[in-house]
T-cell receptor, first 110, second 114 residues
Framework: QKEVEQNSGPLSVPEGAIASLNCTYS??????FFWYRQYSGKSPELIMF????GDKEDGRFTAQLNKASQYVSLLIRDSQPSDSATYLC??????????FGSGTRLQVQP | GAVVSQHPSRVICKSGTSVKIECRSL??????MFWYRQFPKKSLMLMAT?????????EQGVEKDKFLINHASLTLSTLTVTSAHPEDSSFYIC??????????FGEGSRLTVL
């Protein structure tokens, strides 16, 4: 079992819709969770992070964490074509380096 | 916000030569930096953890003599790909964590070995 799992996609949503990206992790001791966006040929950029159970909102983005289910998600409201990218979930398991999922490719159709 | 800068962004070299990539934390001190490698359409692969003032910690399967890492100051880590071969062609990305725990990436360096 991979430590951090994501559906590779592509996830295709129409412009203006809500995109829902999911991530599960195996280490129950994981402490913090990060979402990154990576455009093709570019390095990942941090979108947001979450430490506590529940929701955390930042603009059009909402991260949701459920530690009991070992599940973290990212919602993107009012999806735009410019949101088309690969979204990486990363987990802090207590080692200094984060553990990354393989990413979900999102396509927002105009 | 915190910024990590990486240089060069692109490098093309002949097989057998060595290439050095620099990674700098611009507005914070990083005792630890991380070097990743990414092949096209693949996930990030952690290569090594760079520790200021001590030896780097390499992930299993990564040749320490091939990928030399030096972390001489709190703001600079370097990765040297020695005797590069075409199979070393890849996207190399460094990263660093702030005191608050956030991990930021440099812009990445695309290495092409001819």
């Amino acid at each position: 079992q991979k430590e951090v799992e994501q559906n590779s996609g592509p996830l295709s949503v129409p412009e203006g819709a809500i995109a829902s990206l999911n991530c599960t992790y195996s280490d129950r001791g994981s402490q913090s969770f990060f979402w990154y966006r990576q455009y093709s040929g570019k390095s990942p950029e941090l979108i947001m992070f979450i430490y506590s159970n529940g929701d955390k909102e930042d603009g059009r983005f909402t991260a949701q964490l459920n530690k009991a289910s070992q599940y973290v998600s990212l919602l993107i409201r009012d999806s735009q074509p410019s949101d088309s990218a690969t979204y990486l979930c990363a987990v802090d398991t207590g080692r200094r380096a984060l553990t990354f999922g393989s990413g979900t490719r999102l396509q927002v159709q105009p | 916000g915190a910024v990590v800068s990486q240089h060069p962004s692109r490098v093309i070299c002949k097989s057998g030569t060595s290439v050095k990539i620099e990674c700098r934390s611009l507005d914070f001190q990083a005792t630890t930096m991380f070097w990743y490698r990414q092949f096209p359409k693949k996930s990030l692969m952690l290569m090594a953890t760079s520790n200021e003032g001590s030896k780097a910690t390499y992930e299993q399967g990564v040749e320490k003599d091939k990928f030399l890492i030096n972390h001489a100051s709190l703001t600079l880590s370097t990765l040297t790909v020695t005797s590069a071969h075409p199979e070393d062609s890849s996207f190399y990305i460094c990263s660093a964590r702030t005191g608050g725990g956030e991990l930021f990436f440099g812009e990445g360096s695309r290495l092409t070995v001819l």
